[in-house]
């Protein structure tokens, strides 16, 4: 089980410390003041997180940022095959051992990728056939990488098990388009390894989810009043959820905090993700389809506060009646009948 330390660098230094939300604080603090190395699970109790993949964002987050670092794994867990006793296969544990031989390794415990020598670095490099993908790399950069640079590439390969493919989708959206150097793109690997974006596919799907969340982040950031701060998860959560996964439009969305602010008086996120919500499991998806929503609901209401209206009118006659009754009779018993 992967456990995480203070990596030593100052809070105060880092943007990333002003920009968290206040889960990833917590999360933070707790590395911060433990004697010991914290799990994930650790995490997720100790600051009152909702989920465990809640601690595994912060976590995320603050190794990005150089604040936080995976623990050196002990001796017992560190043992390589090599160290283990070996047992016979028998004919029973065939499939068990090819199953075996097709999965990942799991990442190393170290936050960075190993420097090469550089005869590592040639022979990882032959033995991988990697000549034509640093090629390729050096094209997407627009320049002749480093040693350094191609140590980078080369270690995200091997260590991490990433396609040439891969690595190269990550280079052209994290690394050239947005002028980062190598080193950004390495903690951006070890982030998408964490959340287990493993594939090609599992990547471009997560880049297209990225994508579509910066051209709608700013006009729900203003919308909300959010201002500069960082998102929070569960507003990361309801934004992909209303933009990514229902497919709602700004109008909508928009429809959806007047009713917000006209309940609470304030924009409130978590409220107004309860309202789309239930507009998504009434199967709506445009503005006139969540009017018909409400023109339905407004009159069964009616039709609801009608029909109790008339039943407590017949309790109330009733009740008249009954009381009338019970008077004439009480007058017979008290004073009698004349002929």
């Known amino acids: 089980m992967k456990r995480y330390i203070r990596s030593g660098k100052a809070p105060e230094r880092t943007e990333a410390f002003f920009a968290a939300s206040d889960e990833e604080l917590r ?17 997720e109790a100790a600051a009152r997180l909702e989920t465990l993949g809640d601690a595994k964002d912060a976590l995320a987050f603050w190794r990005g940022a150089g604040l936080i ?14 160290d283990t006793p070996k047992k016979e296969p028998s004919t029973s544990d065939g499939a068990a051992k090819k199953n075996a031989q097709t999965k990942k390794k799991p990442v190393r415990s170290a936050d960075e990728l190993p420097d090469y020598s550089g ?14 993908f640093i090629e390729a790399c050096q094209e997407i950069y627009g320049k002749v990488l480093s040693s350094t640079d191609i140590n980078i590439l080369v270690g995200l390969n091997e260590e991490l ?13 994290y690394g050239e388009k947005a002028k980062k150097p190598m080193r950004y793109v390495e903690k ?12 090609f596919e599992e990547l471009e799907a997560y880049i297209e989810k990225d994508r579509l969340m910066r051209t709608r982040e700013g006009a729900l950031r203003k919308l909300f009043g959010i201002g500069e701060r960082a998102l929070s998860t569960k507003e990361v959560e309801a934004f992909t ?3 990514v996964e229902y497919g709602y439009d700004d109008a909508l969305i928009g429809l959806a905090y007047d009713m917000t602010v006209g309940a609470t008086g ?9 309202i789309i919500t239930r507009w998504n499991t009434e199967g709506c998806k445009t503005a006139a389809d969540v009017n018909a929503l409400l023109e339905r609901e407004k009159s069964e209401k009616a039709a609801k506060k009608s029909q109790k209206s008339a039943k407590e009118a017949e309790k109330d006659e009733m009740r008249s009646f009954d009381v009338d009754d019970f008077f004439a009779h009480a007058l017979d018993r008290s004073y009698g009948k004349k002929d």
């Not at 098990?161 to 959206?173: G, K, P, T």
């Open 69 to 82: 670092k995976t623990a050196a794994a002990k001796k017992k867990d560190a043992l390589s095959s090599e």
């Open 241 to 243: 959820r209303w933009c």
């Open 188 to 199: 951006v690997a070890f982030s998408l390894y964490d959340r287990g974006v493993l594939t």
């Open 161 to 173: 098990h990433f396609s040439c493919e891969y690595i190269c989708l990550l280079l052209e959206y």
């Open 27 to 43: 999360v933070l603090a707790l590395i911060l003041a433990a004697d010991t190395p914290l799990s994930a699970e650790d995490i």
């Open 266 to 274: 304030k924009a409130s996120v978590v409220y107004a993700d309860k």
């Open 119 to 132: 005869t590592e670095l040639s022979a990882l490099i032959e033995k991988g056939n990697l000549a034509a």
